[in-house]
């Protein structure tokens, strides 16, 4: 990767960022070894593709995402099991066979599995955010009936931030909503001590994601 990926003409101007890009690509590194490498698209199996130890590609710390090589010109069949989870899916993606997945061949969730209803997939926007030390976004709206949603912090990279050790997302379950059912979520670097806190982990600016998962509107 190009060395200037890494410098101020990109915006990485500060050390702790140039820090976590090299963290970040000791993770692709890490996951292409194992992903790519040791997988054998003859007999696939799945793997985990983000962890609280190796980031990628936006993951969500309520969720777990699995990995697997396929070749186009073999037929496959998957066995599973539920386990109380609100929402499962699978995705065909298609690129080089040398690379990373780059856009989406087919889908299928397990509302179209159980009943073949509509299942649209869900949305996914995101926003940067930039805080002084003594600031805090507030972020108010209303989570539409779905199946999952959350609110997520990564980095420019789209590294989620140590969910192990702070709370750095929040679910539609764990918000604490309004008398007239609506939230209020905080984003700040320390804890204001009120509900509905998400730590920045003290950086300065990071990005955050939210995600709907089945919408009904």
């Known amino acids: 990767m190009d060395a200037r990926f890494v410098d101020l003409a990109?915006?990485?101007?500060?050390?702790?960022?140039?820090?976590?890009?090299?963290?970040?690509?000791?993770?692709?590194?890490?996951?292409?070894?194992?992903?790519?490498?040791?997988?054998?698209?003859?007999?696939?199996?799945?793997?985990?593709?983000?962890?609280?130890?190796?980031?990628?590609?936006?993951?969500?710390?309520?969720?777990?995402?699995?990995?697997?090589?396929?070749?186009?010109?073999?037929?496959?069949?998957?066995?599973?099991?539920?386990?109380?989870?609100?929402?499962?899916?699978?995705?065909?993606?298609?690129g080089k066979s040398e690379g990373w997945p780059e856009y989406v061949i087919s889908h299928i969730n397990d509302r179209q599995w159980q009943s073949e209803s509509d299942g649209s997939y869900g949305p996914y926007t995101q926003a940067t955010y930039k805080l002084a030390p003594d600031e805090a976004l507030v972020i108010t709206g209303r989570y539409p009936p779905c199946a999952f949603s959350s609110i997520v912090l990564t980095n420019r990279w789209l590294q989620s931030y140590d969910f192990n050790q702070r709370r750095i997302s929040i679910n539609m379950r764990q918000t604490a909503l309004e008398p007239d059912g609506s939230f209020r979520i905080i984003l700040a670097h320390e804890d204001p001590r009120v509900p509905n806190w998400i730590d920045t982990g003290t950086r300065p600016e990071g990005r955050l994601a939210m995600r709907f998962q089945l919408p009904e509107k």
Not at 23 to 35: G, N, P, T
Not at 41 to 46: A, D, G, H, V, Y
């Open 10 to 94: 990109h915006g990485v101007d500060e050390a702790w960022e140039r820090a976590e890009a090299h963290r970040y690509f000791v993770h692709l590194l890490a996951a292409s070894h194992q992903f790519i490498m040791e997988n054998d698209p003859e007999r696939p199996r799945f793997v985990r593709l983000e962890t609280p130890w190796r980031k990628l590609m936006g993951g969500n710390p309520d969720a777990y995402y699995f990995l697997a090589p396929l070749r186009g010109d073999r037929a496959y069949r998957i066995r599973g099991g539920y386990r109380g989870e609100v929402y499962r899916s699978l995705t065909v993606h298609g």
